[in-house]
């Protein structure tokens, strides 16, 4: 059974909106989660880059380090994913990730869970794997995302 965190809505500091698409999104955030007061330019250049190579969605994504929920939310509400897990090694991450699924109505359609890495993700093939991973978690970490992969 897959542990569910609770997180106090006192905790969100704002939300932000994101245009993608033809879907007009909003995600809650934090200040404690990565890129805290917009959806990041690397998450934007990401999605549109996603999109402009896909003729046709992929069925099952897995956004790898989904932080708050950008990418896999994104893809599903937009028809790029039929389905999306969303994984992260932060619970709070994992908790805003469910948390803005549900408000961007896409919650069938998408799965969040914590995961260091690929090690609670079920074994299964995904369509593509996402990720957006900060820099900053050094090339010992990128490297294992993209080999493990």
């Known amino acids: 059974m897959a542990k569910t965190w609770r997180v106090?809505?006192?905790?969100?500091?704002?939300?932000?909106?994101l245009r993608f698409g033809n879907s007009n999104l909003e995600f809650e955030i934090t200040q404690r989660l990565f890129s805290s007061f917009t959806v990041d330019a690397g998450t934007r250049f990401l999605l549109r880059t996603i999109a402009s190579q896909f003729d046709a969605a992929p069925r099952k994504v897995l956004d790898l380090g989904c932080g708050y929920g950008p990418l896999?939310?994104?893809?599903?509400?937009?028809?790029l994913a039929d389905h999306a897990h969303m994984?992260?090694?932060?619970?709070?991450?994992?908790?805003?990730?469910?948390?803005?699924?549900e408000l961007n109505a896409v919650s069938p359609k998408v799965e969040t869970?914590?995961?260091?890495?690929?090690?609670d993700v079920p074994e299964g093939e995904f369509d593509v794997i996402v990720s957006n991973i900060p820099g900053k978690a050094g090339p010992?970490?990128?490297?294992?995302?993209?080999l493990d992969s």
Do not use: C, F, H, Q
């Open 113 to 119: 869970y914590g995961s260091l890495g690929y090690s």
């Open 72 to 79: 896999g939310i994104a893809m599903v509400a937009t028809g």
């Open 8 to 17: 106090s809505r006192a905790s969100a500091i704002k939300t932000i909106p």
């Open 140 to 146: 010992d970490v990128i490297e294992s995302i993209v």
């Open 87 to 101: 994984v992260d090694r932060d619970a709070l991450a994992v908790e805003y990730s469910r948390r803005n699924a």
